[in-house]
């Protein structure tokens, strides 16, 4: 079995705000090991009160403890295995947490504690991408962005039914009404698909980005000559200007050479 080849390239991650919310409950990771493998990981938090907060920054700190743990597997089921593994420790304390603040927190703001998670892992010339909620990930190929994930939403229910058209989902009352959320069940649905990988740009973002900016602004962006940290920048910068209407979180891989 020939050895793959090893990317090699820059990143970026960075939350912001946005101009609406009181708190900052995104948070973003990009990381690598020996391995030459590249993971990446973008978290939206949910339930009010910064209890949102708390739950993206226990998956994020979960996720980083994890990989830095992680081992190369020669296999994709391994892979497979490990996000599994890694998310349902994390949808188990984050549940147990907010049992707990059930039990005790009268203000009805402060129930129901969450986050989504959208996390790509880059392993030689294979890709693979988990997906819990609405934030998403995306692929720069050939100067066109592609969405690489599909939202587990209500109005994504009424799009697959042929309810709703795309143009009435983008001002649906209900578009923000997620089906899924890491934390707020005890069982855990996660989605995991895989794809080959040849270098390619991958965004990963919450859905402060692509409810300010469409896809197309979205490449626009990264299609120029800045920097990787600059794209970020900008790409947070036109959506806050567009808006700000949510937190964005957002985390930027983009490939300059390969062995």
Known sequence: MPESKNYHGTYAYKTDIGRVR??????????????????LAVSDGMGGSEKGDVASKLTIDLL?????????????????????RTCKSINKKIYSMAEKVNKTEKNSEKIGMGCTLVAVLISGERMMIANIGDSRAYMLKDGEIKQLTTDQTYVEYLLKTGK????????HPDRHVLTNALGVYNSLSLSIADRPYHGESILLCSDG??????SKEIANILLTDERTDQKVVSLISIANHAGGSDNIGIALWECIAND
Do not use: P, Q
């Open 22 to 39: 009181k708190t900052n409950e995104d948070r973003a990771i990009i990381l690598m090991n020996s391995d030459n493998e590249v993971f």
């Open 64 to 84: 980083n403890a994890s990989f830095k743990k992680k081992k190369k597997h020669r296999y994709l089921f391994s892979d497979k295995r490990w996000i599994t």
């Open 164 to 171: 709703i058209t795309e143009e009435g989902a983008k001002t």
């Open 209 to 214: 980005l692509y409810n300010n900016l469409d």
